[in-house]
């Protein structure tokens, strides 16, 4: 639970720097949004060279007992090595596709692009320290170079949103300083507000700087050996196979927005990009069950626990699912509320892109335990093909209906909500396919009972939601606050008359987000010194 504690923390720390560019922006801020969110996906296609299995191979290797200080100097080498080619490519493609004249809609800015080129660059090279985190199952290190990056980002970006923007950066007129800055800053304020989407990409360059300071500071007293060839054809042995996988990972997570940037403006992605960031606080614990899981799987496989393996899958479920289906539901019935008020009306055309999340969101938590068991188990084979289908599922449907023109868009879906439609459905594919799988493989079972009791709760909850706010409309941040507050109590009421709410689960719940007790966790793992 430490890293869903402080992945929430995370996600409203980005979450105000998105509200920061969108209340400062106004009309301008989707499109500003839209560009910078096009330069990561973009970028992020070709993130997939600096990795190509091996940091799932160092944390299997080192989970395992490997010699630490071997592992960790192979994978470093390894990381460098394919971090710089990585470059290179990027470099390559955006030359060649300076001299054909090939251009997306009007998301593509060259530049923006170069940003982000060293950004993949300087989280790669941190991700030598998170990885080792990860696999030693030391989540507060992890956790908190995270963390780092958003903290640092937040007030940057203030700074670039308070400049404004002239009239040729947005096209639609100026946006005007929100403070006189002094006098011997104004030209530097000059500057930023005529390179407004550049400054807004470089506020990323200052946070994954932040994450990279913090994770080697935590990072001092591990052995550090030279490289060894026998780790190293053990990471390649490892890798070789999940190439496919962490290929198709990484196309996973950035289709969307760069399909988006073929067929439609900078502003639907900045639609889709800023739906995406509300759904990302439950996103969050998807990403902390894997982080967590991966190792544990690993460690319970190699002692041959299969009973353990499946127990671990069978409440991992059942707890995440519990945690999330209030939030899922609010999400759906408040979409455009939630726009609103979080965002802006110029984020309006983004609300059914929310809800369309919200149905990933909780298709993906409650898959990750059984897809990620697959992984554990050493079976990247089964994980390979798996994540093969849904990837191609999801660029087919992306073509299908992202267009205006397209296969759905007799019912409204194309654009941002195609995109995010699309995502959900390729989830539930792989859902199936990651279920079945992990059935085969350790008889593991799904808590239907629980789930459904979840799922009736939360209906129960979003319906009273939708009842009560057409006689009290949601206009304001504490109104939002109230009813999304209003719609976990009537959750939690409906679990506890079906008798799937417990005192244990209240208790497991009430300790794993106890301020003080995560206070000291973090503080004795810090503290813990490397042998």
Same mark, same amino acid.
Request: charged share 10%; hydrophobic share 55%.
């Given at each position: %639970?430490?890293?869903?504690y402080?992945?929430?923390?995370n996600?409203?720390?980005?979450?105000?720097?998105l509200?920061?560019?969108?209340?400062?922006w106004g009309g301008?801020?989707?499109?500003a949004?839209?560009i910078?969110?096009?330069?990561?996906?973009?970028?992020?296609?070709?993130?997939?060279?600096?990795d190509?299995?091996?940091?799932?191979?160092?944390?299997?290797?080192?989970s #395992?007992?490997?010699?630490?200080?071997?592992?960790?100097?192979?994978?470093?080498?390894?990381?460098?090595?394919? $971090?710089?080619?990585?470059?290179?490519?990027?470099?390559?493609?955006?030359?060649?596709?300076?001299?054909? =004249?090939?251009?997306?809609?009007?998301?593509? =800015? #060259?530049?923006?692009v170069?940003?982000?080129?060293?950004?993949?660059i300087?989280?790669?090279?941190?991700?030598?320290?998170?990885? $080792?985190?990860?696999?030693?199952?030391?989540?507060?290190?992890?956790n908190?170079?995270?963390?780092?990056?958003?903290m640092?980002?937040?007030?940057?970006?203030?700074?670039v949103?308070?400049?404004?923007?002239?009239?040729?950066?947005?096209? @639609?007129?100026?946006?005007?300083?929100?403070?006189?800055?002094?006098?011997?800053? #104004?030209?530097?304020?000059?500057?930023?507000?005529?390179?407004?989407?550049?400054?807004?990409?470089m $506020?990323?360059?200052?946070?994954?700087?932040?994450?990279? &300071? $913090?994770?080697?500071?935590?990072?001092?007293?591990?052995?550090f050996?030279?490289?060894?060839?026998?780790?190293?054809?053990?990471?390649?042995?490892? /890798?070789?196979?999940?190439?496919?996988?962490?290929?198709?990972?990484?196309?996973?997570?950035?289709?969307?927005?760069?399909?988006?940037?073929?067929?439609?403006?900078?502003?639907?992605?900045?639609?889709?990009?800023?739906?995406?960031?509300?759904?990302?606080?439950?996103?969050?614990?998807?990403s902390?069950?894997?982080?967590?899981?991966?190792?544990?799987?690993?460690?319970?496989?190699?002692?041959?626990?299969?009973?353990?393996?499946?127990?671990?899958?069978?409440?991992?479920?059942?707890?995440?699912? %519990?945690?999330?289906?209030?939030?899922?539901?609010?999400l759906?019935?408040?979409?455009?509320?939630? @726009?609103?008020v979080a965002?802006?009306?110029?984020?309006?055309?983004g609300?059914?892109?929310?809800?369309?999340?919200?149905v990933?969101?909780?298709?993906?938590?409650?898959?990750?335990?059984?897809?990620?068991?697959?992984?554990?188990?050493?079976?990247?084979?089964?994980?390979? =093909? &798996?994540?093969?289908?849904?990837?191609?599922?999801?660029?087919?449907?992306?073509?299908?209906?992202?267009?205006?023109?397209?296969?759905?868009?007799?019912?409204?879906?194309?654009?941002?909500?195609?995109?995010?439609?699309?995502?959900a459905?390729?989830?539930?594919?792989?859902?199936?396919?990651?279920?079945?799988?992990?059935?085969?493989?350790?008889?593991?079972?799904?808590p239907?009972?629980?789930?459904?009791?979840h799922?009736?709760?939360?209906?129960?909850?979003?319906?009273?939601?939708?009842?009560?706010?057409q006689f009290?409309?949601?206009?304001r941040?504490?109104?939002?606050?109230?009813?999304?507050?209003?719609c976990?109590?009537?959750?939690?009421? /409906?679990?506890?008359? %079906?008798?799937?709410?417990?005192?244990?689960?209240?208790?497991?719940? @009430?300790?794993a987000m106890?301020?003080?007790? %995560? /206070?000291?966790?973090?503080?004795? #793992?810090?503290?813990? =010194?490397?042998?």
């Amino acid at each position: %639970m430490l890293g869903s504690y402080v992945q929430v923390f995370n996600g409203i720390l980005g979450y105000l720097v998105l509200f920061a560019v969108a209340r400062s922006w106004g009309g301008f801020a989707p499109t500003a949004l839209g560009i910078v969110s096009f330069g990561t996906a973009f970028v992020g296609m070709f993130s997939i060279i600096s990795d190509l299995g091996f940091t799932n191979a160092h944390i299997k290797r080192v989970s #395992e007992g490997q010699d630490i200080g071997k592992c960790i100097g192979t994978f470093a080498a390894i990381k460098m090595v394919l $971090t710089g080619a990585m470059a290179v490519v990027v470099i390559a493609v955006l030359l060649v596709m300076r001299h054909t =004249k090939y251009a997306f809609h009007d998301a593509s =800015k #060259e530049s923006v692009v170069y940003v982000f080129v060293l950004y993949y660059i300087l989280l790669s090279i941190s991700q030598i320290a998170t990885s $080792t985190f990860n696999a030693q199952q030391r989540m507060a290190k992890t956790n908190l170079s995270q963390a780092a990056e958003v903290m640092a980002r937040l007030p940057v970006t203030l700074a670039v949103v308070s400049a404004g923007v002239v009239v040729g950066v947005t096209g @639609m007129g100026a946006v005007a300083p929100l403070f006189k800055w002094p006098g011997w800053l #104004e030209g530097f304020r000059a500057f930023v507000a005529s390179h407004a989407v550049g400054a807004l990409a470089m $506020t990323y360059i200052a946070g994954v700087f932040a994450t990279l &300071i $913090t994770a080697f500071s935590m990072f001092r007293g591990y052995k550090f050996s030279k490289p060894d060839m026998a780790v190293a054809k053990s990471y390649f042995k490892f /890798a070789i196979p999940t190439i496919l996988i962490s290929a198709i990972a990484v196309i996973s997570v950035n289709i969307g927005r760069v399909m988006l940037g073929m067929f439609w403006p900078a502003a639907e992605i900045g639609y889709f990009s800023g739906a995406q960031r509300i759904s990302y606080f439950i996103i969050a614990i998807s990403s902390s069950v894997n982080i967590l899981l991966f190792p544990l799987y690993s460690a319970y496989h190699s002692r041959n626990e299969i009973g353990a393996i499946r127990a671990i899958a069978f409440n991992s479920v059942r707890y995440v699912s %519990m945690l999330v289906m209030p939030a899922i539901a609010f999400l759906i019935v408040c979409n455009r509320q939630i @726009m609103f008020v979080a965002l802006s009306g110029d984020f309006l055309p983004g609300a059914n892109a929310l809800s369309a999340f919200a149905v990933f969101v909780l298709i993906s938590v409650v898959s990750v335990p059984f897809t990620t068991m697959i992984y554990g188990m050493n079976r990247p084979d089964i994980s390979a =093909k &798996i994540s093969l289908v849904m990837c191609g599922a999801n660029i087919a449907l992306n073509a299908l209906i992202i267009p205006r023109n397209g296969i759905l868009s007799w019912a409204g879906i194309y654009g941002a909500y195609g995109a995010a439609f699309s995502s959900a459905t390729s989830m539930f594919i792989g859902a199936l396919l990651g279920f079945s799988a992990s059935r085969k493989l350790a008889g593991a079972s799904f808590p239907w009972r629980s789930f459904l009791s979840h799922v009736t709760a939360g209906t129960v909850s979003g319906a009273s939601i939708l009842i009560i706010t057409q006689f009290v409309p949601i206009t304001r941040w504490f109104s939002l606050l109230g009813f999304a507050a209003l719609c976990v109590v009537i959750y939690a009421g /409906a679990l506890l008359a %079906m008798g799937e709410l417990k005192k244990k689960d209240l208790e497991f719940f @009430m300790d794993a987000m106890h301020p003080g007790k %995560m /206070a000291e966790y973090v503080k004795e #793992e810090i503290k813990e =010194k490397e042998k």
